[in-house]
């Protein structure tokens, strides 16, 4: 087993989507866009253009609770999973420092209702007023974003 210092973190960019809070470490974000700087093609729906490249929208509303109406989220966090991906958030990400001593298996009850989309977890925040955030695998995200 490996042993992680208790000091250590990892630097990762917080969003909230679909009522959950899920991170993904900074080095696999290329950057966090506002609708505003987004161009829309009004002849297709819900078709966003960034830097005049066409992007793969991903809604983790629409892909944990099926025919739930589409979230109409300001900010995306851009990454690329073989091919460019902006996943939407429901509110500005933060930058956190995670600290890695206190990852957690995501248990399977929860590994369902979220679809496989985070094996691990972690709490954050004080004793008052802690947090679970999803530590998002990227692979399964892209998977399923092809499928839906």
């Known amino acids: 087993m490996t042993h992680i210092d208790a000091n250590s973190t990892c630097k990762a960019v917080v969003f909230d989507a679909a009522g959950f809070r899920f991170a993904l470490p900074l080095n696999s974000i290329g ?10 093609d009004p002849k297709v729906k819900d078709l966003l253009y960034f830097e005049n490249e066409p992007l793969e929208v991903v809604d983790l509303v629409q892909l944990l609770a099926p025919g739930t109406t589409a979230s109409q989220s300001d900010f995306f966090v851009m990454t690329e999973v073989g091919r460019r991906l902006a ?3 429901e509110a500005p990400p ?17 590994q369902q209702s979220l679809h496989g989309l985070a094996q691990q977890m972690i709490m954050v925040g004080e004793a ?14 892209g998977q399923l974003a092809i499928a839906a």
């Not at 950057?31 to 829309?40: D, K, N, S, T």
């Not at 420092?97 to 298996?105: A, I, K, S």
């Not at 008052?128 to 995200?141: C, K, R």
Request: charged share 15%.
């Open 87 to 89: 996943i939407a958030a």
């Open 31 to 40: 950057r966090i866009v506002h609708r505003g700087l987004l161009q829309e």
């Open 94 to 110: 933060m930058m956190m420092e995670l600290p890695l001593n206190g990852v957690h298996n995501v248990p399977s009850v929860y």
């Open 128 to 141: 008052d007023a802690t947090s679970s955030v999803f530590l998002l695998d990227l692979q399964q995200l």
